[in-house]
C-alpha cells in the first residue's frame, strides 16, 4: 500500500500547481481522499476532501475558490489544483486516505511560493 505524491515545486505568487497523489495496493475510490498540509512551526491542517459516496467536497476557508480537488478512479489517483497561490500557501503538502478500517499518509511534497 503506498500514495505518492508529486508536482510540487517553487512557484511565485498568483501562479498555479497541480498536485497529484498516485495509490497503488489498494482501490483509492473506496476511500475519503484528503490533501493536508504543514508549515513549518504550524500544525497539520485539512486542505481539501473528497468522500467516496457522491464525490463530496470539502475544503478550508482559505483555499476555497482558489483549490479543486479531483479523483481519477480509472488511474488511482487524486489531484489538487492550486490557482492564485499566495506566500501562505507555502507548506508540504501530504495525499490521505481513509475508511472505516485503515487509514495511509503519502511521505509529502513541497510547495514553496515565494517571489
Known amino acids: 500500500v503506498q500514495l505518492v505524491e508529486s508536482g510540487g515545486g517553487l512557484v511565485q505568487p498568483g501562479e498555479s500547481l497541480r498536485l497529484s497523489c498516485a495509490a497503488s495496493g489498494f482501490t483509492s475510490s473506496r476511500f475519503a481522499m484528503s490533501w493536508y498540509r504543514q508549515a513549518p512551526g504550524k500544525e497539520r491542517e485539512l486542505v481539501a476532501s473528497?468522500?467516496?459516496?457522491?464525490?463530496?467536497?470539502n475544503y478550508a476557508d482559505s483555499v476555497k475558490g482558489r483549490f479543486t480537488i479531483s479523483r481519477d478512479s480509472a488511474k488511482n489517483t487524486v489531484d489538487l489544483q492550486m490557482n492564485s497561490l499566495k506566500p501562505e500557501d507555502t507548506a508540504v503538502y501530504y495525499c490521505?486516505?481513509?475508511?472505516?478500517?485503515?487509514?495511509?499518509w503519502g511521505r509529502g511534497t513541497q510547495v514553496t511560493v515565494s517571489s
Open positions: 490521505n486516505s481513509r475508511n472505516a478500517y485503515y487509514e495511509y
Open positions: 473528497m468522500s467516496t459516496v457522491g464525490g463530496r467536497t
